[in-house]
């Protein structure tokens, strides 16, 4: 079943940040980036909660130093 989130990513400041966290969710199975927003420091995103959980998805973007909140 697709799931639909929106995470608060404080740490999100410019071009190369939406870059760095766009890439690193879409690099997980089954995620689709929607919209990731530096003015609101928010990004948007559907998974398939079969293929990956929010646990993972967090995990992935503290790998490369963004931290998500709900």
Same mark, same amino acid.
């Given at each position: 079943? #697709?799931?639909? %989130? %929106? *995470?608060?990513? $404080?740490?999100?400041? /410019?071009?190369? /940040? =939406?870059? %760095? +966290?766009?890439?690193? *969710?879409?690099?997980? $199975? #089954? +995620?689709? +980036?929607?919209? +990731?927003? $530096? @003015? %609101?420091?928010? @990004? ?5 909660? #079969? @293929? =990956? ?6 995990? @992935?973007?503290?790998? =490369? ?6």
């Amino acid at each position: 079943m #697709s799931e639909e %989130t %929106t *995470l608060k990513i $404080p740490a999100i400041h /410019c071009g190369g /940040c =939406v870059k %760095t +966290v766009t890439r690193t *969710l879409e690099a997980l $199975p #089954s +995620v689709k +980036v929607t919209e +990731v927003d $530096p @003015a %609101t420091k928010h @990004a948007r995103l559907q998974f398939e909660e #079969s @293929a =990956v959980n929010l646990d993972q998805i967090r995990e @992935a973007l503290d790998e =490369v130093g963004f931290s998500a909140e709900d």
